[in-house]
């Protein structure tokens, strides 16, 4: 069996405990080679695609989709066909089942009776012993119309060593309760509501019902529940229900928040709401009360790389924005000319901004930039190689015009065609999309009149065009109409300062609304 590889859960990030298999994107009997995808591993912050870490067969899928195993769990055994099924086998009955796993691994140290019992017997002066809860007559706090806590029980203390449900930890912490003088009933004795119901009363003071506390007035946490354990499903339920996950119950695995309490929660505040007022009609409380649905679309390797890319860009680059208004008027009465007497091309107008933009970023080369941030430099490059945003059907992608300042409009035209039909197939080499000094936007087209676009990383600005529409502006005096057009710059104002964005677009603006001087 010494041929019988395994492939694991891997560990992405301090944090992550576990993974949720999601989708294997190879099946059983398949070879793959080192680097390939081989499924998707969803976690509680992100999905992720788990390449294969060495070359192989998968001959048995052991974490089929939808399972969920701590890191370090086993989801599939490789082997050469050379193995036989009954090695396999053999080899898969002798892997650890996740109980005995778990096992092995430490735990925190739950409280227990005898370790409450040693600090009974030996309390410091300020300590109340379980025989004074007994015989004192407690003063009570009330805490509103249906909750006194004995004085014994009081003084909510946050502490990793308690070991109890988020919901009661939750309550205990509204009412003032401390755990550290609960006793657990649950599973390794872990404290319920239950548990600090019984214990208030015993201890003469006044808990309602939790059945009809909980069902009747429903509980809405504002605290930050981010580090409350519960499903991504549960998560993003409550996220698209407005539900802070301390107030839910945690019966899923592992005492996680799962979705049926997620659930429970969100019946319960709409029973609640339709109960403590009088609805107007019988369909309206019926629409209230009806569920969300939505359908969980994965992502797919490359929508992943859009997110992972763009969230750096908008969280580690510091954007500031600029706008300006260019009249087109001229840029289309050009492009009419041109297209007029050549038949060969179809100019549009996002080939004569091309141009025009590569034309003012050799104007204004401080805005043609990358920034190295490994070496702390800004690297200012002689021609203008302009990325263009091109929508394909799972995200978008950013094929470059090089040195577009170089090339006549008609090549322009031409490449950007190519290189727009084969990103949507799929056909473009890395050259082709990876680097660019500056990047361009366009969404024109569906009638967005102006945006902010996020930066691309390394590049140090993108421009965003917005709709040609006509308008009325002030010009000679007197008020006229014009085609003009939004223009809104992102820069990384980590090497472009906000004057010399402002120069920039000014050439930009001059080179649009005099076009000959770019075709010159």
């Not at 925190?108 to 025989?131: F, G, I, L, Y």
């Not at 000094?437 to 930066?455: D, P, R, T, V, Y």
Request: proline share 5%; aromatic share 4%; charged share 20%.
């Amino acid at each position: 069996m010494s041929d019988i590889q395994t492939l694991e859960v891997p560990k992405w990030g301090l944090s992550m405990q576990e993974g949720k298999i999601t989708q294997w994107t190879i099946k059983e009997g398949d070879f793959f080679k080192k680097g390939q995808e081989i499924c998707i591993i969803e976690t509680t912050k992100i999905a992720n695609s788990l390449e294969a870490p060495f070359d192989g067969t998968l001959r048995r899928i052991i974490a089929k989709n939808g399972t969920t195993l701590e890191v370090g769990g086993i989801i599939g055994v490789c082997a050469d066909k050379t193995v036989s099924d009954q090695e396999i086998e053999q080899y898969i009955q002798s892997l650890p089942s996740e109980k005995e796993t778990k096992a092995e691994k430490p735990k925190v140290e739950p409280k227990t009776t005898e370790n409450k019992q040693t600090a009974a017997a030996a309390p410091s002066s300020s300590t109340v012993t379980p025989s004074k809860l007994a015989t004192s007559t407690p003063s009570k706090t009330i805490t509103n119309n249906n909750f006194s806590i004995p004085s014994a029980l009081q003084g909510y203390q946050e502490t990793k060593d308690i070991f109890a449900t988020p919901h009661a930890i939750n309550m205990a912490q509204q009412h003032n309760v401390n755990l550290d003088k609960i006793t657990g009933s649950g599973p390794q004795q872990r404290i319920s509501i239950s548990d600090i119901q019984k214990a208030v009363i015993d201890a003469g003071g006044q808990w309602p019902d939790v059945k009809n506390q909980s069902s009747n007035t429903p509980v809405k946490s504002t605290a930050d529940d981010s580090h409350i354990p519960a499903t991504p499903l549960a998560r993003r339920m409550a996220t698209e229900w407005g539900i802070n996950l301390h107030d839910c119950r945690a019966s899923g695995s592992r005492g996680r928040v799962c979705k049926e309490d997620v659930e429970t929660v969100y019946y319960r505040s709409q029973t609640a709401s339709t109960s403590s007022s009088t609805p107007s009609t019988t369909t309206h409380a019926q629409s209230e009360s009806t569920p969300v649905h939505f359908t969980p679309i994965p992502m797919d390797g490359m929508r992943k790389t859009i997110a992972e890319r763009l969230q750096a860009a908008k969280s580690e680059i510091p954007h500031f924005y600029l706008t300006i208004e260019v009249d087109v008027s001229t840029l289309q009465e050009l492009r009419a000319e041109i297209n007029s007497k050549l038949p060969s091309v179809k100019i549009s107008i996002n080939d004569m901004f091309l141009k025009a933009i590569a034309s003012a970023l050799i104007a204004v080369p401080e805005v043609n930039v990358q920034y190295d941030v490994e070496n702390q430099q800004i690297l200012q490059f002689d021609q203008a190689d302009i990325s263009v945003a091109v929508a394909i059907p799972n995200g978008l992608i950013t094929p470059i015009i090089k040195a577009a300042n170089k090339r006549a409009l008609s090549d322009i035209s031409t490449t950007m065609r190519d290189l727009a039909t084969r990103a949507k197939t799929g056909k473009l080499s890395p050259d082709e999309f990876q680097g660019g000094s500056f990047c361009i936007s366009n969404l024109g087209m569906f009638g967005i009149k102006q945006f902010e676009a996020i930066i691309n990383p390394l590049q140090g600005a993108i421009l965003a065009l917005g709709a040609v529409e006509k308008r009325a502006i002030v010009k000679d005096d007197a008020i006229t109409i014009r085609p003009m057009v939004t223009l809104s710059m992102s820069c990384d104002h980590r090497v472009i300062d906000g004057a010399t964005g402002a120069k920039f677009l000014a050439s930009l603006k001059e080179f649009v609304e005099n076009p000959m001087a770019f075709l010159a």
